[in-house]
C-alpha cells in the first residue's frame, strides 16, 4: 500500500507555480490576483478560504479576502461579484460555498466572469469542460487528476467508482476520469444517496472516489483488495484525546482500508492540498489568459 501523499505533491506543483510567476513577471506579466469572497463565519469555510490566501502569499500571487455578514442579501452580494468582475486588476474570483440558506449559490455563480471563474463552478466551465474544451477544472477533480498524475497511476480502462455527485466534485470528477486524456479513459459509475447495492458496486472498483461528505462510509468489506481510493470527505469528528475535542476525517474508514489497497489518500494531507494546487494553477492560467487577450484587443 502506498499513501498519495497530497502535501507532498502540492508543495511540489507549488514550486513550479512559484517559478512560472517568477519568470511570468520577468517578462512583464503582473502578479495573479485571486479575489475571494467569504460570507458568515463558517469555521470550516473560514479554514478553506485561510489557505487560500495563505498559498497566494507563498506563490507570489495577490489576494483579496471580501468578508460579508451572513444578512447580506443575494442582490447585495451579485454586485460585490459584478464590482469584481470589472475590477482590472482582479484575475480570479473564487466564492466560499455554502451560502446561507436565503441566498441562491446558482445565482451567485453565475454572475461571476467566466473568464474569471477559477473555482470552475460557472455554467460556461462546466459546459466546456464536459465537450472537453479548453477551461478552468473544478479545483478539487483537477487536483485529483494533478495527484493520479504525479503517481503515474494509469487508469484507462479502470472501474472507477464516484461516490456524491455534486456538482464540485463528484459529477465533474467522472467527466475527467472518462475523458480520452492522461490520466483518463477509464469506466465511471457515478453513485450517489439512492443508489442500491453500494456496497456491491464499489467491490467491483478498481478507483474508488468518495466525495459523500459522511465520516467513515466507505468500510474495508466495500473494497477490493488491490483498490485506489481517493478520499475527498472532510468531516470533523468529536475527540475527547484531542486538545481541541475533534479531529478531522475523510469518508473513508481509512484504518480498516488502508491495508487492502494498493494507494490511498490520507485525511488530511490528501487530496485537500490538491484542490489548491488545481485552484492556483487555474488563477495564473486566467492571468496569463486575460493578459493575452488585452494585448490582442
Ligand atoms: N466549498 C467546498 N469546496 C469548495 C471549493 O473547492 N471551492 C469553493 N468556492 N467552495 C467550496
Not at 17 to 31: E, F, L, R, S, Y
Not at 124 to 143: C, D, E, R, V
Not at 286 to 291: D, G, M, T
Amino acid at each position: 500500500m502506498q499513501i498519495l501523499d497530497g502535501t507532498l505533491v502540492s508543495a511540489h506543483i507549488k514550486e513550479q507555480i512559484k517559478q512560472d510567476v517568477i519568470d511570468w513577471q520577468a517578462q512583464g506579466g503582473k502578479k495573479p490576483h485571486l479575489a475571494a469572497i467569504l460570507v458568515g463565519n463558517n469555521p470550516a469555510s473560514e479554514a478553506y478560504v485561510g489557505h487560500k490566501v495563505k498559498s497566494c502569499a507563498e506563490l507570489g500571487f495577490e489576494s483579496t479576502l471580501l468578508r460579508f455578514d451572513p444578512s447580506i442579501t443575494e442582490a447585495e452580494l451579485i454586485a460585490e461579484v459584478n464590482k469584481l468582475n470589472n475590477n482590472e486588476d482582479v484575475d480570479g474570483i473564487l466564492v466560499q460555498l455554502p451560502l446561507p440558506g436565503h441566498i441562491s449559490g446558482d445565482s451567485v455563480i453565475n454572475a461571476i466572469d467566466p473568464s474569471k471563474d477559477v473555482d470552475g463552478f460557472h455554467p460556461i466551465s462546466q459546459g466546456k469542460m464536459m465537450l472537453g474544451q479548453p477551461t478552468f477544472l473544478p479545483a478539487t477533480p483537477y487536483g485529483i487528476m494533478l495527484l493520479l498524475e504525479h503517481y503515474n497511476i494509469d487508469i484507462a480502462g479502470m472501474h472507477c467508482v464516484v461516490i456524491g455527485r455534486s456538482n464540485i466534485v463528484g459529477t465533474p470528477m467522472t467527466i475527467l476520469l472518462s475523458r480520452n486524456t492522461k490520466p483518463g479513459n477509464a469506466t465511471v459509475t457515478l453513485t450517489h444517496s439512492r443508489t442500491k447495492n453500494l456496497a456491491e458496486i464499489c467491490q467491483q472498483a478498481d478507483l474508488i472516489v468518495a466525495a459523500i461528505g459522511k465520516p467513515f462510509f466507505v468500510t474495508a468489506d466495500m473494497v477490493k483488495p488491490g483498490a485506489i481510493i481517493i478520499d475527498v470527505g472532510i468531516n470533523r469528528i468529536p475527540d475527547a484525546t484531542k486538545k481541541s475535542g475533534s479531529r478531522l476525517v475523510g469518508d473513508v474508514d481509512f484504518e480498516g482500508c488502508a491495508p487492502l489497497c494498493s494507494y490511498i489518500t490520507p485525511v488530511p494531507g490528501g487530496v485537500g492540498p490538491m484542490t489548491i494546487c488545481g485552484l492556483m494553477k487555474n488563477t495564473l492560467l486566467a492571468a496569463k489568459q486575460k493578459s493575452t487577450v488585452a494585448a490582442t484587443a
